[in-house]
């Protein structure tokens, strides 16, 4: 996060479009436009819902995951969430919302 608050800007899709597959990063501060600025950031405690939950309703947030499960994931809200206690976190993702499901 430091690096992200040193340089201009991130870039917006359209101008730094994501590209599955290795490469070197292409970004470049000089030719890319920025399209949203970092001015600080905080870090939670880990592993603790209420602490992501409090955050998230005030702005999106950037959180760690373990992303074996989401290999056919295509749209929508995630649901194949599941917790072993062995957990290889692999991906940083935004977090842009939640909703409570109804329990009837």
């Given amino acids: 996060m430091d690096y992200l608050e040193k340089m201009t800007g991130l870039a ?8 599955q597959r290795d490469q070197n990063c292409k970004f470049s501060e000089s030719s ?15 592993n603790d819902l209420s602490s992501v939950l409090e955050a998230v309703v005030q702005q999106p947030i ?13 749209s929508g809200v995630f649901t194949a969430c599941q917790y072993n206690g062995n957990m290889d976190i692999d991906h940083l993702v935004q977090l842009v919302g939640y909703n409570k499901a109804s329990s009837t």
């Fill in 12 to 19: 917006s899709e359209t101008d730094y479009p994501y590209v």
């Fill in 32 to 46: 890319t436009p920025a399209e949203v600025s970092i001015s600080g950031y905080k870090v939670l405690k880990s």
């Fill in 62 to 74: 950037a959180v760690s995951v373990a992303a074996s499960f989401w290999s056919f994931y295509s």
